[in-house]
């Protein structure tokens, strides 16, 4: 390795383990699966992605590492990353539903709630549904989470249960009764935030660019020049406008909160 790559390593590994400060009360997590050469054989790395939304309403990229995968080993590495560089004030975990995320959540970062990824969701119980049918289930699913209140969801849910199975798609009512109730605790705060906090989409933009651009490498020599490559562009991407341009007007979040004080 080169002088050059060694201080190029240096200051993303320093920029990568940067103390976070400031209360993100929101925070996005997906990961993206990329190939690394490994004893003659080609494997996947799973690099797990953070980005935060400030109390001021701006996103931050807030990390990235090389995980063993999306499972239960995986997180709990992950968060306990964030949570030691002073990740603090976090309020709601939207995801999709990794495995181990919401249990290593639930631990290491208690006072946040999780909120399921409707994008996801949707592509799951699409999974089970006859392609002619899609567009009608994908009617009836967006139907329930453009209700006015978690109630409202949650009555409009069982009603598209009890569609689904006379439409003899008991398979696609299964994974809507049994896990539906994740994709609705975006309706514990305000109006206002529910259409950001119900999707992943401030992380798709940027996996999107990672993958293109890490597409044309293929198999990379290790894990080191995986990850660096990756966290590279996130810090690309967060010296553009897409860090210095209001995501959501956090406003309302406080307000309820000042209420709540006032009324207790």
């Known amino acids: ?25 929101y925070v996005f997590l997906d990961g993206i699966v990329m190939k690394r050469s490994w004893a003659g ?37 992950f968060l306990r990353h964030l949570a030691d560089r002073g990740l603090p004030g976090v309020r709601s975990i939207v995801s999709d539903a990794c495995r181990g995320l919401v ?27 006859p392609a002619g049918r899609v567009r009608d289930v994908a009617r009836m699913l967006k139907a329930v989470h453009a209700q006015e209140s978690r109630k409202a969801a949650a009555e409009k849910t069982a009603a598209v249960i009890a569609e689904l199975r006379a439409m003899k798609l008991t398979r696609a ?3 809507l009764d049994e896990s539906g109730h994740e ?4 309706y ?11 999707t992943n989409n401030p992380l798709e933009r940027i996996m999107r660019e990672i ?34 341009r209001r995501y959501i007007n956090m406003t309302p979040l406080f307000a309820d909160q000042t209420r709540g004080a006032v009324v207790a």
């Open 41 to 77: 054989e080609v494997r996947n790395v799973s690099l797990p992605v953070a980005v935060g939304v400030t109390t001021d309403g701006y996103r931050e990229i807030l990390g990235v590492v090389e995980g063993p995968g999306e499972d239960k080993s995986g997180w709990p590495m």
């Open 103 to 129: 249990e290593s959540a639930a631990e290491i970062l208690p006072d946040a709630q999780w909120q399921r990824c409707v994008v996801h969701f949707y592509r799951n119980v699409f999974s089970l549904v």
């Open 211 to 244: 993958r293109r651009r890490t597409r044309v490498v293929g198999a990379f020599p290790d894990g080191k020049s995986c990850l660096t490559l990756a966290a590279a562009r996130l810090r690309h991407i967060a010296g553009t406008q897409w860090s210095t």
């Open 188 to 198: 514990g705060f305000p109006d206002s935030h529910w259409i950001e906090l119900r």
């Open 173 to 175: 009512a299964e994974p």
């Open 183 to 186: 994709t609705m605790t975006c």
């Open 1 to 25: 390795m080169s002088n050059l790559d060694r201080k190029i390593h240096a200051r993303i590994d320093e920029w990568r383990h940067r103390p976070i400060e400031g209360d993100h009360p």
